[in-house]
């Protein structure tokens, strides 16, 4: 996120000051699309297929489910991700990887949570001064389902956290411009509480949204080796 942008949600935590009327419209919102891939490598190998085609063909109007430049400022370009899957060191493209597990392969479910994983593999199919990444087509597939569902989860929890914070932004400026309810400064001074305690949640999910799409991104990056690379 931009200076500017942290410094408009900051405007709610300013206890001598109001949001603006239309504070709800000026925020930066949270905004990612994440891809629905096909399971497999044969559905996997034509969804990437016209991804790649459809980035070369803006004019195309695909109806191949594809999240086309639904990321905010900071997140990377899926499409680009899927493009740099093509530049890997020599012994990737040699095939030395496979796409589905065998003994020399096999990984603990329980690591699925390890999300420095895609960036170490990454580096390591990208950077031949690093040791051989280690990895199988349908462990990638499997981690990017898990990664997925836990990026959705946290965009859903980090939009919630946005939404309580604006709300009471809003609601507390209501409240100062008619300054006519009992009581009014003390529900005001409550109402600060709140959007502090909003802002805390929201930034909690806000890195937690970070880590998890750094490694969904170096996860789609992976899916494109192993559906171009991988036998």
């Not at 490598?41 to 109806?63: F, K």
């Not at 929201?202 to 899916?223: G, H, N, P, S």
Request: glycine share 6%; net charge negative.
């Amino acid at each position: 996120m931009s200076d500017s942008g942290a410094a408009l949600w900051k405007l709610a935590l300013v206890e001598s000051d109001l949001v603006p009327a239309n504070y709800s419209s000026i925020v930066p919102r949270t905004y990612y699309l994440i891809p629905d891939i096909p399971m497999g490598r044969q559905a996997g190998l034509r969804w990437i297929t016209e991804s790649l085609r459809v980035s070369i063909d803006r004019g195309n109007t695909s109806s191949v489910p594809f999240w086309g430049d639904m990321f905010e400022p900071g997140a990377k370009n899926g499409r680009h991700l899927l493009v740099e899957a093509l530049e890997v060191r020599e012994e990737v493209r040699g095939r030395l990887l496979r796409w589905d597990s065998d003994e020399s392969f096999q990984f603990d479910v329980d690591s699925l949570e390890n999300l420095d994983w895609p960036g170490i593999q990454a580096t390591r199919c990208r950077d031949g001064r690093y040791p051989l990444p280690h990895f199988s087509g349908v462990e990638v597939q499997m981690r990017r389902v898990h990664v997925s569902r836990l990026l959705r989860e946290c965009i859903a929890a980090l939009e919630d956290a946005e939404s309580e914070l604006i709300e009471t932004a809003l609601l507390r400026r209501e409240i100062l411009i008619e300054c006519t309810m009992d009581g009014f400064q003390e529900k005001s001074s409550k109402l600060f509480l709140d959007c502090k305690n909003a802002n805390e949640q929201r930034l909690e999910w806000r890195r937690r949204y970070i880590q998890l799409r750094t490694a969904f991104e170096d996860l789609l990056y992976l899916t494109g080796v192993s559906l171009i690379f991988l036998l």
